[in-house]
Structure formats: structure tokens, C-alpha cells
């Protein structure tokens, strides 16, 4: 079977749906288990539209948009606290337009998920707080089992 990378099924197919690695947009994206749908961005990207990245280490990445700046963009992902700064247009490859969640298909555009993002996301510093709390409880926890 031949491997594509996903700017190539981009090119070929103009989407891409694929199952994420890794926990960074919980609770919107559980790993392994929801599908993605990518497509071509057009034009210039928006607060909170989560592009999916290729970093200079060759790391696909799929985190939101923060903050739209002149030259680049601010992003995160949900479920984390540290922000990456200098993503330019060249870096990104797609955006997410919908995901796939136990059968059922979600947009970016419907009214639960843009709900979900302004409640999220617009509580940045209160989501820290508790990120970095839940992150202080499972060490303790692990400390507990050693």
C-alpha cells in the first residue's frame, strides 16, 4: 500500500479525514476515536478556525486559532496552555471543517459547536487554571501509586 502524505491527499482529493493522534483539542477531539475532516483553506484564516499545521520538524499539528496577527497567527490547542506564536500561511495545509463523533457528523458552522468555542476558548485564562489543577491532581495521583 502506498503511504500519501496529507498535503498530497489534499492535492488528489481536495479533503482529508483522518483520526487524530494525540490529546491536545480534548474535549472536542478524542484521540483515536473521532474522525477529522480537513479541506484547503480559502484565503486568510479566522479566530478560532484550527488549521492543521506542518511544523519545521515535519510534526503535523491541529490546534485553534487565537489571535489573527498581521503576518502570522497565535494558536492553542484546547487542551493546553502554552501558545504557539509564528505559524504563517505557508505552514498551514488545511482547516478543519467538521469531525465525526459515534456516527454523527458536526460543522464548524453548527450552533453547538460554535457555542462550544466561544465558552472554551473565550474562557482562556479561567481554562488555564483549571488545566494546570487537573494536571497537579494526576501527579499527585501517580506519586500516590509509586
Given at each position: 500500500?502506498?503511504?500519501?502524505t ?10 482529508l ?23 484547503r ?33 497565535v ?38 459547536y ?33
Amino acid at each position: 500500500m502506498n503511504k500519501s502524505t496529507f498535503e498530497e491527499e489534499l492535492e488528489k482529493h481536495g479533503r482529508l479525514i483522518y483520526t487524530n493522534v494525540g490529546d491536545s483539542m480534548m474535549p472536542l477531539l478524542r484521540e483515536r476515536r473521532d474522525l477529522l475532516i480537513i479541506e484547503r483553506p480559502q484565503g486568510r484564516l479566522k479566530k478560532y478556525d484550527v488549521p492543521l499545521y506542518k511544523r519545521n520538524s515535519g510534526q503535523y499539528v491541529l490546534h485553534r486559532i487565537i489571535k489573527v496577527r498581521k503576518e502570522d497567527y497565535v494558536l492553542c490547542g484546547d487542551n493546553r496552555c502554552c501558545r504557539e506564536y509564528g505559524i504563517t500561511d505557508q505552514f498551514i495545509i488545511g482547516v478543519l471543517t467538521g469531525f465525526v463523533r459515534d456516527g454523527r457528523t458536526y460543522s464548524v458552522t453548527d450552533p453547538g459547536y460554535r457555542f462550544y468555542v466561544h465558552v472554551w476558548c473565550g474562557l482562556f485564562y479561567p481554562r488555564m487554571i483549571i488545566l494546570k489543577v487537573k494536571a497537579f491532581l494526576r501527579r499527585l495521583r501517580k506519586k500516590r501509586r509509586v
